[in-house]
């Protein structure tokens, strides 16, 4: 997301009030004092500031309608293109956003426009073009925590964890909170023959998550590669112990699918599934939920739990601090 560039909050000018109100995260008060101004339609920085907040807000329809404005009226203004991208991609609109990418890194080729359309790709299925991607976001961004972690993910998923792993533990040093990387750096370390390195990573995973079921059961087999085979076998106890979870969150899903729009059902099972170590999952159901009631502050609670297990810090925060608005 694009920052909004510094300025005095200025009385008498809506523009720049607004830019004050953006900068101390007050994006509603933001939103409001445009929508009575007024200017909006006819200035682009003003449909930039105003669909900049809008983001913020979870109103991406409207968002998308007010960056459209701002692009149209300034089209050189590649973090203006960056933000209405992510008005589209939060709305699955992910060819309109790699669209609005491109034009973004023929203006400057920043790594946060790159990353973002590797994460495009991603929700396309388009493996190749995302890795590609997120390779040149790492060239140009050494230390991106997501872009590591998304670019060791995909070699784990082709079985290649030896190239995984260094990514991974890059991606950790850059977020040492990314729990999906370091239940990942466990995973990696075990498939390469570093067992007691690989019990101290999912130890870790299974004290902030104890149901974690793939902590569980790959810490189980840690410990007794690494000689501590009663500990082990213990751990492999509970990752028995999780079957009956397992069996709810099946049960959830074939009912979340008999009826889309239960809601509760949506939440419980989200629930269940960060219970269970699976935040991706539980990130789905919870964005099907906030299309259902966008004004449930525990749905923010829940993606923003979801999101900093991904490593997804700065969404996290947006989830977070939208939930204390809504409260």
Request: a negative charge.
């Amino acid at each position: 997301m694009a920052v909004v560039p510094g300025s005095a909050l200025a009385q008498g000018d809506p523009l720049q009030q607004a830019e004050g109100l953006l900068q101390q995260g007050r994006f509603g008060e933001a939103a409001a004092l445009v929508e009575r101004a007024g200017i909006a339609e006819g200035d682009p920085r003003a449909a930039y500031l105003y669909g900049f907040a809008l983001i913020n807000l979870y109103r991406f329809p409207e968002a998308e309608a007010a960056l459209e404005r701002a692009v149209a009226g300034r089209p050189g203004q590649a973090n203006w293109l960056h933000a209405l991208a992510k008005a589209r991609i939060e709305q699955g609109k992910n060819l309109a956003a790699l669209e609005a990418l491109g034009r973004a890194v023929a203006l400057d080729d920043d790594p946060r426009f790159r990353y973002a359309r590797a994460m495009c790709a991603l929700n396309l299925g388009d493996l190749d073009t995302a890795e590609a991607e997120l390779e040149a976001t790492v060239e140009g961004a050494p230390d991106h925590a997501e872009a590591l972690f998304q670019l060791a993910k995909l070699r784990v998923d082709r079985g290649d964890y030896e190239a995984a792993l260094p990514k991974l533990e890059r991606a950790l040093s850059a977020d040492p909170r990314h729990l999906e990387a370091r239940y990942l750096v466990g995973l990696a370390r075990l498939q390469t023959g570093r067992p007691a390195e690989a019990a101290q990573a999912l130890e870790a995973v299974v004290e902030e998550v104890p149901g974690h079921s793939g902590a569980l059961y790959n810490l189980g087999r840690a410990l007794i590669a690494a000689g501590r085979e009663a500990e082990g076998r213990r751990r492999l106890e509970q990752f028995a112990a999780t079957s009956e979870l397992r069996d709810e969150i099946d049960f959830l899903r074939r009912a979340v699918q008999r009826n889309p729009g239960n809601l509760e059902g949506r939440l419980v099972l989200a629930a269940k599934l960060l219970a269970a170590g699976k935040a991706a999952d539980a990130l789905t159901e919870l964005t099907a939920a906030r299309s259902l009631d966008p004004g449930r502050a525990e749905i923010y609670v829940g993606l923003a739990e979801a999101l900093r297990r991904l490593g997804r810090a700065e969404d996290a925060d947006r989830a977070e601090a939208f939930a204390r608005r809504l409260r």
